[in-house]
């Protein structure tokens, strides 16, 4: 097994943004998979009041057949056995590819406990993207 061999930036021809790459072994609660992790950071300025709003879109390349990865990724409800933090994953309804499920986590911090809820619209495209809002 090869230990992750750390973060480094990567050529990216747009202005304005930066890609990240990281390779090697990615570790997710008790899995250790060989993979290449991919960040897009953008950050846009808004022209009314000047503030900032950031996207930051993130990729990886895993070895393992899409089937497999995209049943892991799609089985909401059991997501909390591998996403830390994430206390709740719930299909609210599903019509077809698109799927509203709500999903529940916690953090501790100093002492406090941090609780965020959020519904999420997601729409499947079979073994490519999920995509939500």
């Known amino acids: 097994m090869r230990a992750c061999e750390g973060v480094g930036k990567i050529p990216c021809p747009y202005p304005g943004r930066i890609w990240l790459e ?4 990615q570790r997710a609660m008790y899995w250790h998979i060989e993979a290449r992790v991919v960040l897009d950071l953008q950050e846009f300025i808004n022209s009314e009041n000047g503030g900032a709003h950031r996207c930051v879109v993130a990729s990886i390349t895993v070895k393992a057949p899409v089937r497999e990865v995209w049943n892991i990724l799609t089985a909401y409800e059991t997501l909390p056995e591998i996403v830390p933090n994430l206390a709740i ?26 609780h965020a809820r959020v519904v999420l619209d997601l729409c499947e495209h079979l073994e490519q993207e999920i995509s939500f809002e």
Do not use: A, P
């Open 22 to 25: 990281q390779r090697g072994l």
């Open 89 to 114: 994953s719930k299909i609210l309804s599903r019509d077809n590819n698109k799927v509203r499920i709500l999903q529940e986590g916690c953090k501790g911090l100093l002492y406090m406990v941090l």
